[in-house]
Structures are given as structure tokens and as C-alpha cells.
């Protein structure tokens, strides 16, 4: 088949648009809905710092090498955080991944491990005995070590390599779920909080095929294998699900997506952003007394 913009040999069909693509036009259509989202998610003034998380997958590896190509020459910092949420076997090699192509992007690459902060790592949580799995425990785990470590470098945004296809997930799992509140707080975040780095989704419109094709044409080097822990019975059967709506209805995904940005003015009047205290015990950012990782870690006897 050929480009639909050009003609030459194409790399990629994109169904949900109908049109084929030649490698080049394939890396331009990426870019710019990229440089789109950026716009559309927040304004970023020159001074400004933008924490990328990196786990050294595609999706993360993608958004830092686009976040640092776009943002740089804009007099905007970008730094790489990774989290080491201590999975022998598995999250050293990813944030080797990360490492390295900070290194390429010219940017400091930081790591922020559960041991250090929080004196357990995943693997020990996972020979806990728990009523959750350990995704629960080290989810809220993680999104406390980006948070900290983002703002201990200062960052004014934090970038996350969330795609398309989790984010449809997200929408669908929450509504179903009847979690509206939950549903309104999904990011991108609009509105700062004190203590919160507000979190940006450059690829949150970008299905992960396409992510997996541009950073393999563009030779990014990434981490490919899961973490032994992953089990998340449910999000696996909602990107069943909407695979198979993707697959039977093109564009689907990018329906639930519009959608949820349709409804979300409405959603973030009805639930306004809870007021937040200090934790007694971390100082991070809660709407309670103590935070859910300092509950978390409580339960496990740790602190
Ligand atoms: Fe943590 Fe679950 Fe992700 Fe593994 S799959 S790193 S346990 S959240």
C-alpha cells in the first residue's frame, strides 16, 4: 500500500482514519497531535521545569525523548524520575532502559527507590499477607515517590507516558464502576493544588500500537517485558473489551476519550477538588488526616 500523503512505500495503516502512512508522514502525524496535547494540557511558560516519570517502558520512554526534543529549545528544564519499586529481575533493567536514553535526551535522570523512601519494597509487599494485590499497594506508592521526588527537583509538571488505550481503560472501568468522582479527577490536571505537581498526558491520544511503531522507527530503546506481579484482573478485561470494539468500530477508543472530554467541565464543577491538608505524618499533600501511604504503610507495620 501507499502514503496516503505522498505516495512512497507506506509504514502504517491507521483504521481509525482510514489512511495509510509512509514512515515520515507516520513520525509528523505522530509529532504534532504531541505538540497538541501539550498545548491543549497546559500552559508551560520558559523557566519552567517538567518532571517526565520513566519507567523505561515505550510509552515512557517516548513522552521524555519527545518532552526533552519539544521542550528544550523552549528554555523549558526537563528531568527524568524513575521509581525503583524494588522487583528484582524486572525494574532494574527498565530504569536502565531509562537511564540511558536520558542520557541520549541530554537531561538528569533521577531515581526514587520504595526502599529508601518508604522502607519496603514491592517484592517483600507481595509476600505479605494483604487483602489487595500488590499493584494496590505499590500504585499509591509510586504516585507518592513521583510526587515527592518530583517536587524535591523542583518540577512545575509532572509528564507521564499514560496512551491512549489505558486511558480509555480508566474512563470505561470508572463509569462502570460508578465512580464518578473518581472519573472527574482523572488527569490531566487543570487546576493546582498545593503540594501536587500538577501531571500532563502528552500521548493520552495516541493508541499504544502506534507509540510501540514511532518509538521503534525513531530507534528509542525500551524495556519490553511485564512485571512479574502484574495482575489487574479487571483492566485486562476492559482493554479486552474495547480491543474488540476498536477492532469491530475504528475509532472507538478516541469516541470514549472525546467523550470523557466533553463531560469533564461538568464532572469538575459537580466534584470540586477536595481540600487538602498536610499528612501528620509524610506532609504530603491529603484530603484527610493521614494519606493513603502512610495507611497503607501502617497496615503493613512499617512505620
Ligand atoms: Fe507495581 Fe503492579 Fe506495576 Fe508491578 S505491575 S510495578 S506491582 S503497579
Redesign the pocket.
Known amino acids: 500500500m501507499k502514503c496516503s500523503a505522498c505516495g512512497r512505500d507506506a509504514a502504517i495503516f491507521i483504521p481509525y482514519s482510514g489512511r495509510y502512512l509512509c514512515e515520515r508522514h507516520f513520525i509528523e502525524f505522530f509529532e504534532r497531535r504531541v505538540r497538541s496535547e501539550f498545548r491543549k494540557q497546559a500552559d508551560i511558560p520558559k523557566g519552567s521545569k517538567i518532571g517526565v516519570a520513566v519507567?523505561g517502558g515505550k510509552d515512557s520512554i517516548t513522552t521524555m525523548r519527545l518532552t526533552a526534543e519539544i521542550m528544550l529549545p523552549r528554555g523549558v528544564k526537563v528531568e527524568a524520575v524513575s521509581v525503583d519499586?524494588g522487583?528484582p529481575g524486572?525494574?532494574e533493567l527498565s530504569i536502565e532502559k531509562a537511564r540511558e536514553e536520558a542520557e541520549k535526551a541530554g537531561i538528569p535522570h533521577h531515581v526514587a527507590s520504595f526502599g529508601d523512601m518508604f522502607g519496603v519494597t514491592?517484592a517483600e509487599?507481595?509476600l505479605m499477607k494483604r487483602d489487595k494485590?500488590?499493584?494496590s499497594?505499590?500504585?499509591v506508592l509510586?504516585r507518592q515517590a513521583l510526587n515527592l521526588t518530583a517536587r524535591k527537583i523542583g518540577a512545575d509538571f509532572l509528564a507521564t507516558g499514560l496512551n491512549l488505550d489505558d486511558t480509555a481503560q480508566s474512563i470505561m472501568m470508572n463509569f462502570t464502576k460508578g465512580d464518578v468522582e473518581r472519573l472527574a479527577r482523572l488527569g490531566p490536571h487543570t487546576r493546582v493544588q498545593p503540594g501536587l505537581i500538577p501531571r500532563i498526558q502528552p500521548l493520552r491520544s495516541i493508541p499504544e500500537r502506534e507509540i510501540f511503531l514511532y518509538a521503534s522507527l525513531r530507534g528509542f530503546s525500551f524495556h519490553e517485558s511485564?512485571?512479574?506481579?502484574?495482575?489487574?484482573a479487571l483492566r485486562n478485561e476492559y482493554r479486552a473489551i474495547i480491543n474488540d470494539l476498536e477492532e469491530r468500530h475504528p475509532g472507538t477508543r478516541h469516541s470514549i476519550l472525546n467523550s470523557y472530554d466533553s463531560i469533564k467541565p461538568a464532572l469538575s464543577m459537580t466534584f470540586e477538588p477536595a481540600n487538602l491538608n498536610r499528612c501528620e505524618r509524610c506532609g504530603e499533600p491529603t484530603p484527610g488526616r493521614i494519606c493513603m501511604a502512610c495507611r497503607m504503610l501502617q497496615q503493613m507495620k512499617k512505620i
Open positions: 519507567s519499586e522487583v524486572y525494574r514491592t509487599i507481595a494485590s500488590p499493584c499497594y505499590c500504585g509510586r511485564r512485571c512479574p506481579h502484574a495482575g489487574e
